[in-house]
C-alpha cells in the first residue's frame, strides 16, 4: 500500500470516529452551542419582553383610564344617589316633625328650600314661585309652627319673603297666657317689639307670645317669640316689650308656605 493509499484510509476512518463521536456528544454539543448562545438569547428576549411590556404597558393605560372615567361616573352617580337620599330623609323627618307638631293638618303647606338670606334686610329667597301656587301674602313658617314672615313678591319659580323683623312689618299678636293683645312690630336687624300693651296690664318676662285671628294676615296660635324685656313709665300709657323671636335664621335650610288657612 503506497503512501497516498494510506493516507485516504486514515481520513476515511477519522471520518467514521468523527460521526460517531458527534452522535455520542450531540448533548454536549447542543449544550456548547446554548452557551454560547444564551447570552444572546437573552438579550432577544429582554428586549422582546421590554416591547412587549411597554405596548402591554400602553394599553394597560388606556384601560385603566378607562376604568378610572367609568369608575369616577360611577361614584358622581353614587354621590347624587346619596345626595337624594339624604335629602329626601330629611325632607321625611321635617314633614314627619309636621305631623307631630300638628300643622299638616291645620293647613295646606308647600315644603320650600331657602336659597338665599339677606340679613341687613331681613329678608330671604325660596326656591319656589307662581308656577308652584305661591302668592304674595302667604304666610311663611317652620316645621315648629313658628312665623317667619309672609310673601312679599313672587316670580314664576322664586319668592321673596319678608321677615316679622323687618322694620316694615307690624301686625295684631297675644300673649297667650294672659290673653293680652298688642301689635308686633319688626325693628330691622331680627328685633322685634310688642306695642299698644296697656300700661296696667299684668306681663312678665318668658311669657309667650302668639298671633291671632285679627286682621287676617296669618292665622292664631302661630309662635312668635317671648318677652325679653319690659319698659314702663308712669307718663306712657303703654309699656314697651321688646321680643326675643323664636327663629334663628342662620339655621333655617327648608320651611314652609301656607297656602290656605
Do not use: C
Amino acid at each position: 500500500m503506497n503512501l497516498l493509499s494510506k493516507k485516504k484510509l486514515l481520513i476515511i476512518l477519522l471520518g467514521i470516529l468523527i460521526v460517531i463521536s458527534l452522535s455520542f456528544y450531540q448533548g454536549n454539543v447542543k449544550n456548547f452551542f446554548y452557551l454560547i448562545s444564551q447570552s444572546f438569547q437573552k438579550d432577544l428576549w429582554l428586549k422582546s419582553g421590554n416591547i412587549y411590556d411597554f405596548f402591554e404597558s400602553l394599553f394597560n393605560s388606556a384601560n385603566l383610564k378607562k376604568e378610572n372615567e367609568e369608575l369616577k361616573k360611577t361614584n358622581q352617580e353614587l354621590t347624587s344617589q346619596i345626595v337624594s337620599l339624604q335629602g329626601l330623609r330629611e325632607e321625611n323627618n321635617i314633614l314627619r316633625e309636621t305631623v307631630n307638631v300638628g300643622i299638616q293638618k291645620d293647613f295646606k303647606l308647600v315644603l320650600v328650600d331657602l336659597i338665599s338670606k339677606d340679613f341687613s334686610e331681613d329678608l330671604i329667597l325660596i326656591n319656589k314661585g307662581a308656577e308652584d301656587g305661591l302668592s304674595v301674602g302667604m304666610p311663611v313658617i317652620t316645621a315648629q309652627k313658628v312665623l317667619l314672615g309672609k310673601i312679599s313678591e313672587v316670580s314664576e319659580n322664586f319668592s321673596r319673603v319678608i321677615l316679622i323683623s323687618h322694620y316694615q312689618s307690624s301686625f295684631p299678636a297675644q300673649i297667650q297666657e294672659k290673653g293680652t293683645t298688642g301689635i308686633v312690630k319688626g325693628g330691622g336687624n331680627f328685633q322685634l317689639s310688642l306695642e299698644k300693651i296697656p300700661h296696667e296690664s299684668e306681663i312678665k318676662e318668658g311669657d309667650l307670645v302668639i298671633t291671632t285671628s285679627l286682621g287676617g294676615d296669618f292665622p292664631k296660635e302661630l309662635l312668635i317669640g317671648r318677652v325679653k324685656k319690659i319698659q314702663k313709665s308712669d307718663i306712657e300709657p303703654f309699656q314697651k316689650v321688646e321680643l326675643s323671636p323664636f327663629f334663628n335664621i342662620e339655621e333655617l335650610e327648608t320651611v314652609f308656605v301656607i297656602t290656605n288657612f
